[in-house]
């Protein structure tokens, strides 16, 4: 009886390690689960069934982290609803979604301070092993791929995707599932227009997760021997070659640029990049106005974007910059957009603070915020995707295990 209580025991603390990883690699890949069913037949997965399954995972983080849950967090949050419920008051279109955005940030965070490094690395270790062996299937056969994930239809059933939008590419991918009339960036000639998505269902996610694996590499490269360094490197960029990821090159480039640069570690810097980036669009966005004309995407890639966003942002009165009002043009094409339409800039600012200014244990956890902030800066200009469970849960959980102690270089 003793060992069989002693096994129990054994199994359950195995459990509760293993927590922070099942829920971070079940947010990764439910998606691409539920398409999977979605294409069977076997259930017609609405948004409710998506959002029930998302809220499942949320709810089952925040059981796990709720003893860690400090004063200081419940009077920001306080304060956050409190103004959105006035701005709700004024504006009765306003979306209370970015409060479920910063809730998956603030769980996975303090999920990653609980467990710490080693979670994160089996968590990188397991989703870096679906993406790659999912990826590998989609380009060496697109047309089987598609026959057990039809994408297309997943999106149409759970409202991504009207069910009027034409589908040019003809195949069960994602809108940007291929390149049309574009060449391909990385290697055309050998993998062809199609662009892979994996377990993300998306190429943009796919792009986003492995720019936040390259920036917890440069992160965490002192603390980890010189060859799984090295090979962790690789298969980032390979992940960025089969999504043919433009954007999550030049993110990865930038990262580079202040990881060996004396800002490494700024908290100014980490506060100062995502309120340049929002000026700077909006000054674009002024000096291509043309009076009369409403903001829309013309051409659907990164140039056009990046304009699109810097338009809107000069085309709002100050009520859509502190949510009192509705876009008139829908924001989920830009994330400064979402953002201040959403939250407002007086708390977009003070969230902001909140993360560049909290005090990081170590210069690991400095370097992690800064390539946070870098991501964060350069992906709201073209969209909201970074606030996606599918790989905010991983950046989050990272971040937060780079707060604990144990930070300190291991021998090869």
Sequence with gaps: ??????????????????????????????????????????????????AAVEMAILVAGFIVIRKMISRQIVIV?????????????????????ILHDFAIA????????????????????ITMVLTLALGAFEIASPVAFGEFFNIWRYYVQKGGISAT???????????????????????????????????????????????????????TCRNRPGQRRILLFALCFACIVLCDSRFGSICCALMVFFRISPLRSSSLVAFIMPVCFATMLTVAGS???????????????FSGRLLFSGELLNYWNLSEWFAFSPSAIYTADTGYAYIFNSLGVPF????????????????????????????????????????????????????????????????A
């Design 165 to 219: 939008t034409i589908n040019y590419s003809n195949t069960t991918f994602f809108a940007s599932g291929d390149r049309i009339g574009v060449k391909r960036t990385f290697f055309p000639f050998l993998l062809g227009p199609h662009r892979v998505s994996s377990i993300f269902l998306e190429p943009v996610s796919l792009g986003n997760y492995a720019t936040i694996i390259f920036a917890w590499c440069l992160a």
């Design 106 to 125: 603030y769980i996975f965070y303090q999920m990653g301070r609980m467990y710490g490094i080693s979670q994160a690395r089996s968590a990188v270790l």
């Design 287 to 301: 000096l291509h106005e043309i009076p009369g004309w409403v903001p829309t995407i013309r051409s659907d890639d």
């Design 77 to 97: 949050t306080g304060l956050s609803v409190a103004y959105m419920i006035g701005a709700k008051l004024i504006n009765p279109d306003l979306s209370l979604k």
């Design 348 to 411: 977009a600012l003070v969230y902001t603070a909140l993360f560049a200014f909290s005090k990081c244990r170590n210069q690991t956890a400095s370097m992690m915020r800064t390539g946070i902030s870098v991501y964060f800066s350069a992906s709201l200009c073209i969209g909201a995707s970074v606030f996606s469970i599918k790989t905010a849960a991983l950046l989050w959980m990272l971040y937060g295990a780079t707060q604990t102690p144990d930070q300190s270089p291991r021998r």
């Design 1 to 50: 009886m003793p060992s069989s209580y002693s096994y129990r025991g054994r199994a359950s603390a195995t459990w509760r390690f293993q927590t922070g990883t099942c829920l971070v690699v079940l947010s990764s890949i439910f998606n691409v689960l539920l398409c999977y069913i979605s294409t069977r037949g076997w259930l017609y997965v609405s948004s409710g069934v998506v």
